[in-house]
């Protein structure tokens, strides 16, 4: 097991492919662990160097003191970086893990040489929102919160698989603390004047039927970044890593290809 001791979490981390291969680095959404790439994986090229984290507060990364910021978060997947030797990365982030990339690729130019932006936004949610869920994360209820963040995160078809459960119970296991802790992150940002700034290569990804971040919402930012394009998958929610992995990847190796980083 890999864990990192950073200047503000202990991290833990898992490395596929080949160790002297180019870098992609993967970040996670709120409530998941890095089982959510469990799919993908073995469907990129095996040169590539892939590396994934569980963000603070999730899987078996530490859990400090919330409330978290938006800047926490980044630091800890710089510093992560900088502990494991890279630069040139792709930075591969869904939902609050695009956050993430889009605050690191204009802190860290020298580090992100490309992104894929998700199912995230600049923006998500209102701060009311996330208030919200924040009181009722503390008040014990993410089980009961369970039922709707599952519609939002898979399709009805997805609902009818066995795998269901496999994802509820990842969900609900998350530390209350770590949840509600990056809740308040994505409460307080709004990136929306960082994006003309962000001039690595792009590529969005939204889910048709995402109701957490819309293909409209998910354009709405893709289209202000200056190199940047845009795709919509059918059929599926908020993780289309899980419920299309080879459509998934079908999008992402084209895009190594064109930004020569195979
Ligand atoms: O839990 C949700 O509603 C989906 C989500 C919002 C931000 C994130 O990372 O996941």
């Known amino acids: 097991m890999n864990i990192a001791n950073l200047s503000k979490a202990r991290l833990h981390w898992r490395e596929d492919g080949n160790p002297s291969g180019k870098p992609v680095v993967f970040a996670n959404s709120l409530g998941t662990d890095l089982r959510l790439w469990d799919k993908i ?3 990129l090229p095996q040169s590539l160097r892939l590396i994934r984290f569980d963000k603070r507060g999730h899987g078996l990364s530490s859990c400090p003191p919330a409330p978290y910021s938006m800047d926490d978060l980044i630091c800890d997947a710089e510093d992560l970086m900088d502990h494991l030797g890279l630069t040139g990365v792709v930075f591969i982030g869904l939902s609050i893990g695009g956050l993430i990339g889009q605050g690191l ?3 860290r130019p020298d580090l992100i040489k490309a ?3 998700s199912n995230t936004a600049a923006k998500m949610g209102d701060a009311a929102m996330w208030q919200q869920r924040i009181g009722m994360v503390q008040d014990g209820a993410l089980s009961e919160m369970a039922g709707p963040i599952l519609e939002r995160w898979f399709s ?4 009818r698989t066995d795998e269901l459960e496999a994802w509820r119970n990842m969900l609900t296991r998350v530390p209350q603390e770590g949840y509600w802790g990056c809740c308040a992150a994505i409460a ?3 990136l929306t004047s960082n994006l003309p700034d962000i001039t690595q290569p792009t590529l969005g990804i939204a889910g048709a039927l995402d109701g957490a971040s819309s293909p409209e919402l998910v354009r709405a930012t893709i289209d202000r970044l200056p190199n940047a394009h845009f795709e919509t998958i059918a059929g599926v929610g908020h993780l289309p890593c899980v419920e299309a992995p080879q459509t998934y990847a079908d999008l992402l190796i084209p ?3 064109e930004i020569n980083h195979v």
């Open 115 to 117: 992104l894929v932006l």
């Open 41 to 43: 994986i073995p469907l």
């Open 156 to 159: 009805p078809p997805f609902h």
């Open 255 to 257: 895009f190594f290809e």
């Open 105 to 107: 690729a204009t802190k």
């Open 188 to 190: 307080d940002t709004d």
